[in-house]
């Protein structure tokens, strides 16, 4: 049974910094990519960032380019989202998500979703 378990999220002043991390557990790694999607209330699911288990090969989205930063864990299946520099705009549900093929862009292609941790970015 595939889990993704995501922690981390939290309220925090702008400019401040958050680290998310993703516990995964019952996927074959080497065969998945792993993604951070988030929503924001009244807006569409979004792309954040991804990294491919087998190679480590990274994908950023350009609004949180140079800002967030992704990475893994092969030791303890844990996939992080290091969030800094946050702004208001970054605030929104975070879901982890694993998916074998299909763009990595697509929310809807990926097989499984973890169940979302809020973060929240005051002025």
């Known amino acids: 049974q595939v889990q993704l378990v995501e922690s981390g999220g939290g309220l925090v002043q702008a400019g401040g910094s958050l680290r998310l991390s993703c516990a995964a557990s019952?996927?074959?790694?080497?065969?998945?990519?792993l993604a951070w999607f988030r929503q924001a209330p009244g807006k569409e699911r979004e792309f954040v960032a991804a990294?491919?288990?087998?190679?480590?090969?990274?994908f950023i989205a350009d609004s949180v380019k140079g800002r967030f930063t992704i990475s893994r864990d092969n030791a303890k299946n844990t996939m992080y989202l290091q969030m800094t520099s946050l702004k208001p705009e970054d605030t929104a549900e975070y879901y982890c998500?694993?998916?074998?093929?299909?763009?990595?862009?697509?929310?809807?292609?990926?097989?499984?979703w973890g169940q979302g941790t809020q973060v929240t970015v005051s002025s």
């Open positions: 990294i491919r288990w087998s190679g480590g090969s990274t």
């Open positions: 019952g996927l074959t790694f080497s065969t998945y990519t």
């Open positions: 998500a694993a998916r074998k093929s299909g763009s990595i862009y697509y929310a809807p292609v990926y097989d499984y």
